[in-house]
């Protein structure tokens, strides 16, 4: 998966913690399933984390972002481990489990997105909502 999975979902009718729960789901995913496909699956996993976690600072860093300072100041932080881990992990130096653990722990965050969806997301088989589709 790649940004433009972030991008796609941003379109469905989802809220914001919605969709960056998918993302992240969509990406821990990526990397929990990229060591059995060896290394060049390792690289593009944690690069694509790397870009979600990229993208998300780069949101943080906008004035239009609503979140509380502090909040904002610990998910920058975690970003900025993020993309030092990554290169580590991308030479494999590192293990992808601190990334993985990380991810998660932000999907409990957001965790009120309705049941549906996450099980939706975390079932390849699974379509995506529609646009207008309601989860409940």
Do not use: C, H
């Not at 790397?50 to 780069?58: A, I, V, Y």
């Not at 290169?87 to 722990?105: C, H, R, Y």
């Amino acid at each position: 998966m790649s940004v433009a999975a972030y991008q796609q979902a941003s379109r469905n009718s989802e809220n914001p913690r919605q969709t960056e729960y998918r993302a992240f789901a969509i990406f821990t995913r990526a990397l929990e399933e990229a060591e059995a496909g060896g290394s060049v699956a390792v690289v593009k996993a944690v690069a694509d984390n790397r870009q979600l976690w990229l993208t998300l600072q780069m949101d943080l860093a906008s004035s239009e972002n609503k979140l509380p300072k502090e909040l904002k100041a610990q998910l920058i932080s975690i970003a900025i481990w993020v993309n030092r881990y990554s290169n580590d992990a991308m030479k494999g130096e590192a293990s992808l489990e601190p990334l993985i653990t990380v991810n998660k722990q932000i999907m409990d965050g957001l965790k009120d997105v309705p049941k549906q969806t996450q099980e939706q997301v975390m079932d390849n088989d699974a379509p995506p909502p529609t646009r207008g589709q309601v989860n409940v």
